[in-house]
């Protein structure tokens, strides 16, 4: 039996496909490569999970936005477990292209739903939302137990809907369902449309980095690897159909968890930890806050950890370095 992965060619998706493959799992996995930020990165993701699983690895080009051929190319493989992570990401991305993230989101997700109800083997899928979901909420730290009914980005109210969508499901077909809500993730093959990458890029090349809300930001900034743990644990363990209220508060198998380190960091100490790792300072841009930004997320992980003992271990003290070892490597810089 096999593991489906979307958006394998994604940060972490690449980094679950190579956790499952790495405990004998059969993955398979599927991305539309679209051009959000450059196909060479997912592409080398892809060529890095051959490289180090080389034939144990089915990657199949395929929009799961695109229903008929989602069914027509996968049809009679032995899938048995899903982990939806493929999306539209980026919340500042959502104002210029609100179009991207419906199809990719909201119809890729009903998609993904369908897919997994008609199939005679799927036992479960996870799937991701995220903190985005929280909106301005003042309550820190943010529990999934807090109402979460005022997105103030779309990309924000396509995660939330995706979690409206899977809990229909969860009623009305019985299917377990797990959602988790990511908490800022960094780390090695990161995305570069992340303030990680973005500074580290721009301190490398001795340009400014923006520094949004005057510095006056925190982040439960979480490295990959802790990110991976929690998905894989939820993968083992369905939500089960057992009547009780789940995390998220549903009866139905479907449970809501935050998977975040649990530790909130200042802004300008991650840029602190950044410059020591790169060796070299940053001349920070002071910027306003951002359209559809918020200026602090905190996870609380009490059900996640209670339910399945998932404990982050990775402090951006130890994180950022090997992010940064990742991209002078990756970009063939010569080590500091």
């Known amino acids: 039996m096999a593991v489906l992965v979307t958006g394998a060619a994604g940060f972490i998706g690449f980094h679950t496909s190579l956790r499952l493959l790495e405990r004998g799992e059969e993955v398979i996995g599927i991305d539309n490569l679209n051009a959000y930020y450059p196909v060479s990165l997912k592409q080398a993701r892809l060529a890095e999970i051959e490289r180090r699983h080389p034939g144990a690895f089915e990657f199949i080009h395929l929009d799961f936005a695109d229903m008929a051929a989602l069914t027509e190319t996968l049809k009679g493989r032995p899938i048995d477990r899903i982990v939806h992570l493929g999306a539209q990401a980026g919340v500042r991305y959502s104002i ?74 969860a009623h009305l077909y019985r299917l377990p369902l797990t959602g988790l809500r990511f908490f800022t993730v960094y780390g090695p093959w990161g995305r570069p449309d992340m303030a990680m990458w973005l500074f580290t890029d721009a301190i490398l090349k001795n340009q400014p980095i923006k520094v949004f809300n005057h510095g006056n930001m925190r982040r439960d900034f979480t490295f990959i690897d802790d990110i991976v743990s929690g998905v894989v644990a939820c993968l083992d363990n369905p939500s089960p159909d057992d009547g009780a209220v789940k995390a998220g508060g549903s ?69 950022i370095p090997r992010f940064v070892d990742w991209f002078k490597a990756y970009h063939q810089l010569e080590m500091a």
């Not at 995220?130 to 909420?137: A, E, F, H, P």
């Not at 809501?256 to 790169?278: F, K, Q, S």
């Not at 001349?283 to 609380?300: K, M």
């Open 96 to 169: 210029e292209n609100p179009h991207a993230y419906v199809q990719s989101n909201l119809v890729g997700h009903v998609n993904m739903l369908e897919f997994a109800r008609h199939s005679d083997r799927c036992a479960h899928m996870v799937y991701a939302s995220s903190s985005s979901v929280y909106g301005s909420n003042k309550q820190m730290p943010f529990s999934v137990e807090d109402r979460v009914d005022h997105p103030i980005s779309l990309y924000a109210a396509t995660k939330k809907a995706d979690e409206l969508m899977s809990e229909t499901y």
């Open 251 to 319: 009866v139905s198998p479907h449970r809501v968890y935050n998977i975040g380190n649990n530790r909130p960091e200042e802004l300008m100490h991650m840029i602190d930890v950044l410059e020591e790792a790169v060796g070299k300072k940053a001349v920070r841009d002071f910027q306003p806050l951002q359209a559809g930004d918020v200026p602090e997320t905190y996870a609380n992980i009490d059900a996640i950890s209670s339910d399945l003992g998932f404990a982050p271990t990775t402090s951006i003290e130890a994180g």
